[in-house]
């Protein structure tokens, strides 16, 4: 079954959002992250078919934070059969889940973001690691993401006066790569900057299995895409994904830096940026930005219907 909607609904839809949610002043930045100037928003949709919609300030640069892990799934997916992997992520070296045994770590970067990273190949080799996922980042978008290395070496100290080595080796946290490199790769993985329209894209090429909307080059087997979403999902905004996925309905992955991913398959994806964060670390515009493309367009991954968009 497929639902047909046009391109103008869809411009609409993203030009709406963004009057309707511009001037809310609500929220926090994270005092790590610099911001060229106030009032910054800006929301992005780039279609399977590489059309783009662009609405304020999309071409500000932010930080990833855990929307990186979107990009590190697909390593993971490449490198992994889905069933072991599940296993990795979710479960110790010794069998047991950790919620049933250990204790959890309290750092300042995702645990899981943490162990994802340790899990991609090469291990205990930071350099040859990192080239395998910039390399991926760049078949994904097509362009280079910068690093913001004032971000980076915040979240190193943090790290540092945190003794988060320490904590996670006290908390038996499983990792499968020496717990300093670990962590440091995915702090420098987060702290890579991208604008919105980098964003969409990237979740764009996912929507169309895995072929760049750029420049149609393959950037990863599409037979994985229905995967990496499906991790999306799982996770969802930070602490938010069980209501974020019956309200809304789109897989999403959410950064500190003020950036929201949302990616539906076979129509593209959805990237709002504004800095301003609630108390769970969600950027409050975008949040209701996409939320409400969503539900106009009746964008939903669990609907039984298609959308395609006629030009």
Do not use: H
């Given at each position: 079954?497929?639902?047909?909607?046009?391109?103008?609904?869809?411009?609409?839809?993203?030009?709406?959002?963004?009057?309707n949610f511009k001037s809310i002043k609500e929220g926090e930045k994270d005092p790590r992250i610099e911001v060229e100037k106030d009032n910054l928003f800006g929301i992005s949709v780039v279609l399977t078919d590489g059309t783009v919609i662009n609405k304020g300030d999309t071409d500000a640069l932010t930080v990833m934070g855990d929307v990186a892990q979107v990009s590190s799934a697909v390593v993971?997916?490449?490198?992994?059969?889905?069933?072991?992997?599940?296993?990795?992520?979710?479960?110790?070296?010794?069998?047991?889940?950790?919620?049933?045994?250990h204790a959890k770590p309290h750092i300042g970067l995702s645990r899981h973001g943490v162990r994802a990273v340790s899990i991609i190949q090469p291990q205990?080799?930071?350099?040859?690691?990192?080239?395998?996922?910039?390399?991926?980042?760049?078949?994904?978008?097509g362009s280079a993401p910068v690093l913001n290395d004032k971000y980076y070496k915040a979240v190193k100290q943090q790290l540092a006066d945190e003794n988060a080595v320490d904590q996670l080796a006290q908390a038996e946290f499983s990792l499968y790569d020496q717990a300093n490199i670990a962590l440091d790769l995915y702090a420098k993985l987060t702290s890579l900057q991208v604008n919105t329209q980098q964003l969409a894209t990237l979740g764009a090429t996912i929507a169309a299995d895995g072929r760049n909307v750029t420049n149609g080059q393959v950037a990863f087997d599409g037979e994985i895409a229905a995967n990496v979403v499906g991790m999306m999902a799982t996770r969802g905004l930070h602490k938010?994904?069980?209501?974020?996925?019956?309200?809304?309905?789109?897989?999403?992955?959410?950064?500190?830096?003020?950036?929201?991913?949302?990616?539906l398959p076979g129509f593209g994806a959805i990237?709002?940026?504004?800095?301003?964060l609630d108390q769970r670390g969600v950027s409050v515009k975008a949040k209701k930005a996409i939320k409400y493309i969503a539900n106009t367009l009746q964008l939903n991954v669990y609907s039984s219907a298609r959308v395609e968009v006629e030009k």
């Open positions: 079954m497929t639902r047909k909607i046009s391109l103008g609904d869809v411009q609409k839809a993203v030009v709406d959002a963004y009057e993971l997916m490449t490198q992994n059969k889905v069933k072991d992997l599940m296993k990795k992520i979710g479960m110790c070296k010794c069998g047991c889940a950790k919620t049933e045994k205990n080799d930071p350099e040859g690691k990192w080239d395998v996922m910039i390399n991926n980042f760049i078949n994904l978008v938010e994904a069980k209501g974020w996925n019956v309200m809304v309905g789109l897989p999403a992955r959410s950064g500190k830096g003020g950036l929201i991913l949302a990616v990237a709002a940026y504004s800095p301003e």
